[in-house]
């Protein structure tokens, strides 16, 4: 047999949020290798064991190759027609019966910019709903929100490049040397290099190891965590006060609200040692360059958005934000695309780039190009939509690369509002728990197979380009999203992904600049990027915040207690997270070398609890909440504090997600995943 020569093909990975560049190699229209871009912008030469080696799934005898149709109770393979005429019938009835809004859809950062692009548009112009939303609804709607309100843009304020200069590191709520590791690497050589170190997580997470001083808060107790040191920065004198005179707003009220937060009080509400806080605050507030590098464990919270506040508001006090006195506030994105998915309208308040709905100047700009009107009203959240399904009032749900019955809080509700849904279209790579639940299941690309861009965690466009194509019938979302539309009659334009990014920066002046033969050119781009002849914004607000008026607004919001407290039936608090070799659900990365790496989800618990409730190591064990019940394999370890447990969501299997409450962010419905009451018992 003859055999093709090797062929390399440049793209960005498909799993975390970092946006490492990989070379991916092929041979005969196979995937071989998969090796770190040397001149990557953000991996510089590394990769992680995610981006290497989980590649398997590729050539899975389990990935979807055509369309499947419920009939009779069962999904049965049809031909694509078929399969998209249904949909088509689907939708046109469920707007018959219940207007527009009766119809949603849910992407994902699974999904290229262009197709989350064209997946709002499918939506605003085909049918006229703003019932469009992604997972970051699930991991960062808080950083949005919160980032928005205190400095006007919803990004990270400084890039990697920034952060890795600074001299003290308060990393928060995060697990990067497991979640993101190659931002470990880079954060923990810039700590060998000398910066100091401030973990804060109630888990002896990797870095942990290496910190100055480590501060594990109670699960829920962030926000008065944040004042406590907001508190020391103000009563030591070690806040920028002309920066705060010239660019900061709220000083008055923040000073008013921390007098309630000295530190003894805010060791008895979060568990820290006052030393600790007062040792925290203090490499924080005289280093000359600190940056705040921070995760889900700020955001999955009942109040996460006031803990994204209060988290910048320590930057503001310091003057580390917009200046050179610091590299600002920075959130590690856990999905690889879940910054684009939102910067390009996929919310069902905001337009591409941020726009709002409700604001005719940004709703006119939408209309001048797309030719219709586009609806004022804000749509359904994710958790409205699988609400207004169980009362009967959404009668079609679209779900694009997200399998939300096994990485949605409270799942067996979800399970019950998809069942609830006249209409459920599920495009997927395997038949995951979603799809088992779906009426019409169309098979897609992987992000090895498609053509398009992501953003990554510090805002930067990269290119993502197909190695391999994808098998059999499978489609990408993007042809998939422009099908559904001409069997509905609608031809949506922009027929290719540039074409896609280049009307997307006709509707979004912020993306202006941005083209893919630009970034064929020059790699890597952060937006804003409003100009094709200048280079995109690595570091935000240097002149002016983009707030109103061009300042930082501090916030005070007081502490409020979790969702859910211990308690003598539910005595533990389980917090759920990511481990180094999977990826979210495990769709992809349990297919493969890498669930040999991490062959089984673990339910982590200290030794002192495993005595108290006379559990072993390795020991199969039931975990029941108020929500529901999982079984989990035991792990005794000292990474787990005292009345806390973890485990991952990797393994759907396991029902960890039946265990989450329905507790979310007041303010964007962000669950509160790290933070549920729960017992465990023998099996
Ligand atoms: Fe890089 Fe994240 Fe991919 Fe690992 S999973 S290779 S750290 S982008």
Redesign the pocket.
């Given at each position: 047999a003859s055999h093709q020569a090797a062929s390399l093909t440049r793209t960005t990975?498909g799993?975390?949020?970092?946006?490492?560049s990989?070379e991916v190699v092929t041979r005969d229209g196979e995937v071989t290798a998969v090796l770190?871009a040397r001149d990557g912008p953000v991996?510089q030469g590394h990769?992680?064991?995610?981006?290497?080696f989980a590649h398997g799934y590729l050539t899975s005898p389990e990935r979807l190759t055509r369309p499947l149709l419920r009939r009779d109770g069962h999904l049965e393979p049809v031909g694509w027609d078929e399969a998209l005429g249904h949909v088509a019938r689907g939708l046109r009835a469920a707007v018959d019966a219940g207007g527009p809004d009766a119809v949603a859809a849910i992407s994902s950062a699974r999904a290229t910019n262009e197709e989350n692009y064209l997946v709002q548009k499918f939506m605003r112009v085909v049918i006229g709903t703003n019932n469009v939303d992604n997972c970051s609804r699930l991991c960062h709607s808080p950083s949005a929100a919160g980032l928005t309100a205190s400095f006007g843009l919803s990004g990270g304020t400084d890039s990697l490049d920034d952060v890795e200069r600074a001299d003290c590191l308060l990393v928060v709520g995060a697990n990067p040397v497991e979640a993101?590791?190659?931002?470990g690497a880079r954060l923990l050589r810039r700590v060998l290099h000398g910066a100091k170190l401030v973990v804060a997580d109630p888990r002896a997470v990797g870095l942990a190891l290496h910190a100055d001083v480590h501060l594990r808060p109670r699960p829920g107790t962030n926000v008065a965590l944040f004042h406590g040191l907001a508190h020391i920065l103000l009563t030591e004198g070690l806040t920028d006060e002309e920066f705060l005179r010239d660019r900061a707003t709220g000083l008055p009220e923040l000073t008013e609200l921390l007098d309630d937060y000295p530190p003894h009080r805010v060791a008895d509400i979060t568990g820290v040692p006052a030393s600790d806080l007062i040792a925290a605050a203090r490499l924080y507030g005289r280093a000359r360059r600190p940056a705040i590098v921070y995760g889900l464990g700020v955001t999955e919270h009942l109040h996460g958005t006031d803990g994204v506040r209060s988290l910048a508001n320590l930057a503001i006090l310091r003057g580390a934000v917009g200046t050179d006195r610091g590299h600002g506030v920075n959130p590690l994105r856990g999905q690889?695309n879940v910054q684009g998915a939102s910067d390009m309208g996929a919310l069902p308040d905001l337009l591409p780039g941020y726009g709002k709905v409700t604001d005719p100047a940004a709703r006119s700009r939408a209309e001048a190009v797309w030719g219709v009107p586009v609806p004022e009203h804000p749509g359904l959240r994710i958790p409205d939509m699988f609400a207004a399904a169980r009362a009967g009032d959404l009668r079609a749900l679209w779900v694009i690369g997200e399998d939300v019955c096994a990485t949605d809080p409270d799942a067996n509700r979800v399970a019950q509002a998809l069942d609830a849904c006249p209409l459920v279209v599920c495009n997927e790579l395997f038949l995951s728990e979603t799809a088992r639940h779906a009426d019409v299941v169309l098979p897609v690309a992987s992000w090895l197979e498609k053509d398009g861009t992501f953003v990554n965690f510090d805002r930067r466009f990269q290119r993502v380009r197909p190695a391999v194509p994808p098998p059999a019938e499978a489609r990408t979302d993007f042809d998939v999203i422009h099908a559904a539309a001409s069997a509905m009659g609608v031809d949506l334009g922009c027929p290719t992904p540039a074409d896609a990014l280049a009307e997307c920066g006709r509707v979004a002046p912020v993306f202006a600049g941005l083209s893919h033969h630009r970034l064929d050119r020059e790699g890597a781009i952060p937006w804003p990027c409003p100009n094709p002849d200048r280079p995109g914004e690595a570091k935000l607000y240097t002149e002016r915040f983009a707030t109103p008026d061009g300042r930082a607004r501090l916030a005070a919001a007081p502490y409020l207690p979790p969702g859910e407290q211990p308690d003598d039936d539910y005595p533990l608090i389980l917090v759920t997270g990511r481990r180094w070799a999977h990826?979210n659900s495990g769709s992809m990365t349990r297919r493969g070398g890498n669930l040999a790496l991490d062959p089984v989800d673990f339910l982590d618990l200290h030794p002192d609890d495993a005595v108290r409730y006379d559990v072993q190591d390795g020991a199969q064990v039931t975990v029941e909440s108020r929500h529901g019940r999982a079984r989990l394999i035991t792990r005794v370890s000292e990474q787990t504090a005292p009345g806390q447990v973890f485990c991952s969501f990797h393994f759907p299997a396991s029902g960890v997600n039946r265990l989450t409450s329905d507790h979310a962010d007041t303010v964007t419905s962000c669950p509160e995943y790290k933070v549920t009451a729960v017992r465990v018992a023998a099996p």
């Open positions: 990975c799993y975390c949020g970092v946006g490492c990989l770190p991996n990769a992680c064991v995610k981006g290497r993101h590791p190659v931002v690889n990826y």
